[in-house]
């Protein structure tokens, strides 16, 4: 059984993104309207929407935030080609509820790219607070703030020309020292004769470069999202694809005379899984804090929801989607209505009908 | 192990019109929105979609049953017999097999304790949702304990020999209680003609199929014509029956034996027409020698075709082993034509008697109690080296990742409640591929809402020896309360964490302060900074510097010269701190006492010009040139003296 707790967004315009903080208390969106607001989690488990500033001149694709050891700290990027970092300041002397003395100031301007800035994603904390972006142009740039306890300073570190337009971006999670850093791109050109759609750079400690390691040429179609699964100390990386299709695809490291001599990696590619169950283009892909779980956006206008097994196999397991019939929500409502008096501050939540309903088989 | 996909619906018209996009949110929450893909290579402008609605989004939760307070004892009471086990198994008992079936026993003890507390609940309850909600609580923990001590009996406390009858009986006999309660009603008020109640003839009937044959004869001796031949007769018969007193007693073969006679004499008897005038006895009889007709008669009766079916084989097969279980209980049920009314329950009932475990395993992960069950079952069984066999009929079955990968999901989901958090942590200790792992992830994202929860944290991650966690939880609740002003408890926590570069950060920050306001905060924690100030140095110099306070407070200021003398000799002072220091020195240059050495004084001359460019400095010069002149006349004259 699913409850759904419905929150008004308040935006001009859909959403493109919605972000959340590392322990899922704060919510970042951003939307056509060119705004980006900041919503809070009170200890009723209420959302309440604590910032809102018009964030760009054009739409905002997306929207990500920091690791909490950086402070409260955003990022996003543009139609308007640009992208920024904004953080939260607390003002002057709070009071202990401190609501309302915040506020959200932009840090810097990233203002390189000539295109659209498709995608923004912080690098994993422990390589200090380093921002990618990639862009229509198709150049992927990695900047730094030298000074975490300064956001107002950022130097671009690296400009990596990519043959092709970038659509989107993920930076590999490893925690293992031992693997050197890591981005997967994908692109969305549309021409399948241009070849592989994802690529996969490294970064060289020795020549200090980022280096293209593998263009992956079994996904020729458009990519639209990619998302690296959290590791959990596998000596291989998972990497979802949305393309026409969701796609998991195996990385292993493959550790030959070559790859030791040269200090390149080279990576073994493997599709695990290909799932044609949206039955149209994929738009996005999103992984649970474990891995065990991916989930899809799709031009049907479906999210489904795919989870690996014990043995290793993705298997489909849920499908949501949207639903105008307003009988069974309002029905509900009513059921609900004495528990939603009695506690007006705390968090609403509606009880979803599901149609194959294998949690309702009788037991007994 | 796959399972049907559900489908869920959002409602709300504009996730229909526009389509959906999701995205995960903490542990076990999806949030989803409406959503449409736009293309950069398009116009930048407002989708249609703009302004006409309001957009929502939705934030997506699994309802998780174990999270509700009536369930949260057998949550942590379970946890407890769950480590028992993890220990016993490294212990290397010698007696394993007895003290898991220990393990089972407590584990079905708890669930019956839930279920107590839950009919309780029940019966209180007074709203009518409430209700509900308990029942269909009670209705799976119920078949979780059916299941759960039918799987005890068959695949871990196995009688030698494989007999299985006398615990299958107990096992009817203890779903369905009420004959045996009816029957102590009855006998309790101790008259004689019972047989005017009118449950009566199914009370004796439920003891006999229950195989209970000392209650039928108690109720048959409250029966009025007891007296009569008849009955006399049948008593005589239910007291001769044989019975299997367990591997001990006398051999299956003599038992056999003993059985074939006793039921040719009871056919005899009922061929003789003994019994036609008493039609209930007659059917009594007939069902013990196993007459179709008669069980056929009975079916009806029969609640539940496990319950037949023990009753069956009690009279006909009382030497059934437990792997033939399989082919009566599907007989059992092709008779009482249930082949297509099996429910849930009954499938994982027949599954087990068909020794099929996989299947038990498959089936009982789709029930309704967040994996409790199927986590804590196959846990036992894999310790009870009962998996293993799998492996060999299963392709790639792994029965030891079977087993982590429900321990892993249960821990996690406990991992997303706000205290069980910790129980969920046990559980994720004892996966031995990715349990660390997991927990590596997780366990910093635990929402510290206060202070003493992060140091659980940090505690926790500390017993693990994940350095990796304590130091990022450290620095991030650092900077919370470098955010909120708290710069004394920012210091503690980076003091915690050793994190040089922050400490640093929070010292300047320290000095800083003290040079706007003239006061030095978190007084409290720069007295005991001890060894901990080795950080970072100008932490080193805040704590020097603090110290260098005390001493001019509390009067002694030829130590607090000293220390002076030491600060400005090492090269530890930040840059925008020097005049403080210097502009310090003044009044004890001016001291009565002579304080400072001409060696002393020297030193400070020289800071002095080095730094007679900082601006800060500037209007103190003079005053700070003829006191450091004035004082090092003196020491001159003094140290003159000294030397004669």
């Given at each position: 059984m699913l409850e759904a707790q419905d929150i008004q967004a308040e935006h001009k315009d859909l959403i493109h993104d919605v972000a959340y903080d590392y322990y899922g208390r704060r919510m970042a969106t951003c939307s056509s309207d060119q705004y980006v607001k900041v919503w809070d989690q009170t200890t009723e488990g209420k959302w309440i929407q604590t910032s809102s500033w018009k964030a760009h001149s054009g739409s905002v694709w997306k929207v990500t935030w920091a690791h909490p050891e950086f402070g409260q700290v955003l990022a996003t990027c543009s139609f308007d080609r640009t992208a920024a970092v904004w953080e939260e300041i607390v003002g002057e002397l709070p009071g202990p509820g401190e609501r309302g003395t915040r506020h959200w100031v932009r840090r810097t301007n990233l203002v390189d790219s000539r295109t659209s800035?498709?995608?923004?994603?912080?690098?994993?904390?422990?390589?200090?607070?380093?921002?990618?972006?990639?862009?229509?142009?198709?150049?992927?740039?990695?900047?730094?703030?030298?000074?975490?306890?300064?956001?107002?300073?950022?130097?671009?570190?690296?400009?990596?020309?990519?043959?092709?337009?970038?659509?989107?971006?993920?930076?590999?999670?490893?925690?293992?020292?031992?693997?050197?850093?890591?981005?997967?791109?994908?692109?969305?050109?549309?021409?399948?004769?241009?070849?592989?759609?994802?690529?996969?750079?490294?970064?060289?400690?020795?020549?200090?470069?980022?280096?293209?390691?593998?263009?992956?040429?079994?996904?020729?179609?458009?990519?639209?999202d990619i998302a690296f699964s959290p590791n959990l100390g596998r000596s291989y990386h998972i990497l979802a694809i949305a393309t026409k299709d969701v796609r998991i695809v195996n990385l292993t490291p493959v550790e030959d005379e070559q790859s030791l001599q040269s200090g390149v990696t080279k990576l073994d590619v493997q599709t695990m899984a290909q799932f044609e169950d949206h039955n149209s283009l994929v738009w996005r892909v999103c992984w649970n804090l474990t891995g065990t779980v991916l989930c899809s956006t799709g031009d049907d206008g479906c999210v489904r929801m795919f989870k690996m097994n014990y043995i290793n196999s993705w298997k489909p397991v849920a499908v949501l989607k949207g639903d105008s019939s307003k009988a069974q929500c309002s029905s509900n409502n009513a059921a609900n209505g004495n528990a939603v008096t009695a506690f007006s501050g705390t968090a609403r939540y509606i009880k979803l009908g599901s149609i194959s309903q294998t949690r309702e088989t009788p037991w007994h | 192990m796959e399972k049907e996909i559900k489908t869920f619906l959002i409602p709300n018209d504009l996730c229909k019109r526009a389509g959906i996009a999701g995205t995960w949110l903490a542990l076990d929450q999806i949030s989803v929105f409406a959503y449409e893909k736009r293309n950069i290579r398009q116009k930048d402008q407002p989708s249609h979609f703009a302004s006409t609605t309001q957009s929502s989004v939705f934030h997506l939760r699994q309802d998780v049953v174990l999270f509700h307070p009536i369930l949260r004892?057998?949550?942590?009471?379970?946890?407890?017999?769950?480590?028992?086990?993890?220990?016993?198994?490294?212990?290397?008992?010698?007696?394993?097999?007895?003290?898991?079936?220990?393990?089972?026993?407590?584990?079905?003890?708890?669930?019956?304790?839930?279920?107590e507390n839950l009919q309780d609940?029940?019966?209180?309850?007074?709203?009518?949702?409430?209700?509900?909600?308990?029942?269909?609580?009670?209705?799976?923990?119920?078949?979780?304990?059916?299941?759960?001590?039918?799987?005890?009996?068959?695949?871990?406390?196995?009688?030698?020999?494989?007999?299985?009858?006398?615990?299958?009986?107990?096992?009817?006999?203890?779903?369905?209680?009420?004959?045996?309660?009816?029957?102590?009603?009855?006998?309790?008020?101790?008259?004689?003609?019972?047989?005017?109640?009118?449950?009566?003839?199914?009370?004796?009937?439920?003891?006999?199929?229950?195989?209970?044959?000392?209650?039928?004869?108690?109720?048959?001796?409250?029966?009025?014509?007891?007296?009569?031949?008849?009955?006399?007769?049948?008593?005589?018969?239910?007291k001769a029956m044989p019975t299997f007193n367990g591997p001990g007693g006398s051999s299956l073969n003599e038992l056999n034996m003993q059985w074939r006679h006793w039921t040719m004499d009871v056919q005899s008897k009922i061929d003789s027409k003994l019994f036609s005038t008493e039609k209930n006895l007659d059917l009594m009889m007939r069902l013990i020698v196993g007459e179709e007709k008669a069980w056929i008669e009975i079916q009806d009766k029969c609640e539940v075709w496990y319950a037949y079916l023990a009753g069956w084989l009690f009279f006909t097969e009382p030497t059934v082993k437990s792997f033939e279980l399989g082919q009566f209980a599907k007989r059992a049920i092709t008779k009482l034509r249930m082949n297509n009314q099996m429910k849930q329950l009954d499938k994982v009932l027949l599954a087990a008697m068909e020794f099929d475990i996989f299947q038990v395993i498959k089936e009982i992960q789709h029930m309704y109690d967040n994996g409790w069950f199927v986590s804590h079952?196959?846990?036992?069984?894999?310790?009870?080296?009962?998996?293993?066999?799998?492996?060999?009929?299963?392709?790639?079955?792994?029965?030891?990742?079977?087993?982590?990968?429900?321990?892993?999901?249960?821990?996690?989901?406990?991992?997303?409640?706000?205290?069980?958090?910790?129980?969920?942590?046990?559980?994720?200790?004892?996966?031995?591929?990715?349990?660390?792992?997991?927990?590596?992830?997780?366990?910093?994202?635990?929402?510290?809402?206060?202070?003493?929860?992060?140091?659980?944290?940090?505690?926790?991650?500390?017993?693990?020896?994940?350095?990796?966690?304590?130091?990022?939880?450290?620095?991030?609740?650092?900077?919370?309360?470098?955010?909120?002003?708290?710069?004394?408890?920012?210091?503690?926590?980076?003091?915690?964490?050793?994190?040089?570069?922050?400490?640093?950060?929070?010292?300047?920050?320290?000095?800083?302060?003290?040079?706007?306001?003239?006061?030095?905060?978190?007084?409290?924690?720069?007295?005991?900074?001890?060894?901990?100030?080795?950080?970072?140095?100008?932490?080193?110099?805040?704590?020097?510097?603090?110290?260098?306070?005390?001493?001019?407070?509390?009067?002694?200021?030829?130590?607090?010269?000293a220390l002076l003398i030491s600060l400005l000799a090492s090269k530890i002072i930040p840059k925008y701190f020097w005049y403080i220091l210097l502009i310090e020195s003044i009044p004890l240059l001016e001291s009565g006492d002579l304080l400072f050495s001409s060696n002393d004084t020297f030193t400070i001359m020289h800071c002095m010009e080095e730094k007679k460019d900082v601006p800060e400095l500037k209007d103190k010069l003079d005053i700070l040139r003829l006191a450091a002149t004035r004082n090092l006349s003196r020491a001159l004259t003094f140290e003159a003296q000294i030397i004669e």
């Open positions: 800035v498709t995608d923004v994603k912080f690098g994993p904390k422990s390589q200090g607070l380093q921002l990618a972006t990639c862009s229509a142009e198709g150049i992927i740039r990695i900047y730094e703030a030298p000074d975490v306890m300064n956001l107002s300073q950022w130097t671009l570190q690296h400009e990596v020309q990519s043959k092709l337009p970038c659509s989107c971006l993920s930076w590999n999670p490893s925690l293992n020292k031992l693997h050197p850093q890591m981005i997967a791109v994908g692109s969305d050109d549309a021409n399948p004769a241009n070849g592989g759609k994802v690529f996969i750079y490294e970064y060289n400690e020795n020549s200090r470069r980022w280096t293209k390691l593998e263009t992956i040429g079994s996904v020729v179609e458009p990519v639209h | 004892k057998l949550v942590n009471e379970s946890n407890g017999v769950f480590l028992a086990i993890q220990s016993l198994i490294s212990s290397k008992n010698a007696d394993l097999r007895l003290e898991l079936f220990k393990i089972s026993r407590q584990y079905r003890s708890i669930i019956r304790a839930c279920l609940e029940h019966t209180k309850s007074e709203k009518s949702d409430e209700k509900l909600e308990l029942q269909n609580y009670i209705t799976v923990f119920y078949s979780i304990e059916c299941i759960w001590h039918l799987c005890e009996i068959l695949f871990i406390d196995t009688m030698p020999g494989n007999l299985v009858l006398s615990q299958l009986l107990e096992w009817v006999s203890f779903h369905f209680p009420e004959y045996e309660r009816n029957a102590a009603s009855m006998l309790a008020e101790n008259v004689v003609g019972l047989e005017t109640r009118s449950e009566y003839w199914d009370t004796v009937l439920g003891a006999l199929l229950q195989g209970r044959i000392k209650l039928v004869r108690a109720l048959l001796k409250q029966h009025s014509s007891s007296d009569n031949s008849t009955y006399r007769l049948a008593e005589q018969i239910l079952l196959t846990d036992l069984l894999y310790h009870c080296d009962r998996l293993c066999d799998l492996e060999k009929e299963v392709p790639d079955f792994s029965a030891e990742k079977l087993r982590e990968s429900f321990i892993l999901d249960y821990g996690t989901t406990l991992m997303g409640h706000k205290s069980l958090w910790q129980v969920g942590l046990t559980y994720l200790d004892h996966c031995p591929n990715d349990g660390l792992q997991v927990i590596e992830l997780l366990l910093p994202r635990i929402h510290m809402d206060t202070e003493a929860k992060a140091q659980k944290v940090v505690r926790e991650a500390k017993n693990r020896e994940l350095n990796n966690v304590v130091q990022s939880v450290c620095k991030v609740q650092g900077m919370l309360s470098m955010r909120r002003g708290r710069l004394g408890n920012a210091l503690s926590w980076a003091l915690k964490s050793q994190d040089g570069p922050f400490t640093s950060f929070l010292a300047d920050e320290f000095l800083q302060n003290y040079i706007k306001s003239g006061r030095l905060s978190s007084t409290d924690l720069l007295d005991n900074l001890g060894s901990g100030m080795l950080v970072s140095d100008r932490l080193i110099f805040l704590g020097k510097y603090y110290e260098f306070h005390k001493l001019y407070q509390s009067g002694d200021y030829r130590e607090a010269a």
